[in-house]
């Protein structure tokens, strides 16, 4: 009796480990024919003053949807104004209506007030969705970001002679205190 529900309960889940995700029924395509989220939109975030850039890289054939691009403060004390972005390509979807759409690139900047005084590390939670032009429409993503400061310029490099002119300085300094105090006695206390 045991071994007849084994076999059963083996073969359900054969079938449900080839069945398509909710998001993929009803589309002829292979699975494989889709990019992986992260390779279909790469994101990106820098901080530049006080504002915080966050970009996508959107591969040939995919499309982020402008009205799902979310940013948030995920840092204690961090307070996120809502996102600045250019204008989209407007595009009719059959399940969403008229929308603006990004393709190739887009850049978000949104700007940033902190109250830690920089005692957390900057974290921002960024969602958007987006969808394959052969028909794919993803879940929503959501990704919690760090964004770097751009490294500071480097400092100029001193001039050879810099050091030497300052041991010069010093040396000079030690010279004069000891021109000044000729011909003063020094009173030591006796031991």
Same mark, same amino acid.
């Given at each position: ?41 790469? $994101?990106? @975030?820098?901080?530049?003053?006080? &504002?915080? %850039? !966050? #970009?996508?890289?959107?591969?040939? /054939? ?8 979310e940013i948030k403060a995920e840092s204690p004390d961090? $307070?996120? @104004?809502?996102?600045?972005?250019? &204008?989209? %390509? !407007? #595009?009719?979807?059959?399940?969403? /209506? ?18 830690? @005084? ?7 939670? !960024? ?11 993803y879940p929503p993503i959501s990704k919690v970001l ?6 500071? @310029? ?38």
């Amino acid at each position: 009796m045991k071994m007849p529900l084994l076999a059963l309960l083996l073969v359900g889940l054969v079938g449900a480990a080839s069945a398509k995700p909710w998001w993929m029924r009803g589309i002829e395509s292979n699975e494989s024919d889709f990019l992986a989220p992260d390779v279909a939109f790469r $994101v990106t @975030a820098g901080v530049d003053g006080n &504002a915080v %850039r !966050v #970009r996508w890289l959107i591969a040939d /054939g995919y499309y982020l949807y402008r009205s799902k691009i979310e940013i948030k403060a995920e840092s204690p004390d961090l $307070v996120i @104004a809502a996102p600045l972005l250019p &204008a989209g %390509r !407007v #595009r009719v979807d059959p399940y969403l /209506g008229t929308q603006e759409i990004y393709q190739h690139q887009v850049e978000a900047t949104a700007v940033y007030t902190r109250f830690d @005084a920089g005692a957390h590390p900057l974290q921002i939670k !960024v969602t958007y969705q987006g969808c394959a032009e052969a028909g794919l429409c993803y879940p929503p993503i959501s990704k919690v970001l760090f964004p770097q400061q751009a490294a500071p @310029a480097a400092a100029p490099t001193p001039h050879p002679w810099e050091g030497v002119a300052i041991l010069a300085g010093g040396v000079a300094f030690l010279l004069a205190g000891l021109l000044l105090r000729k011909g003063r006695k020094l009173d030591l206390p006796a031991a």
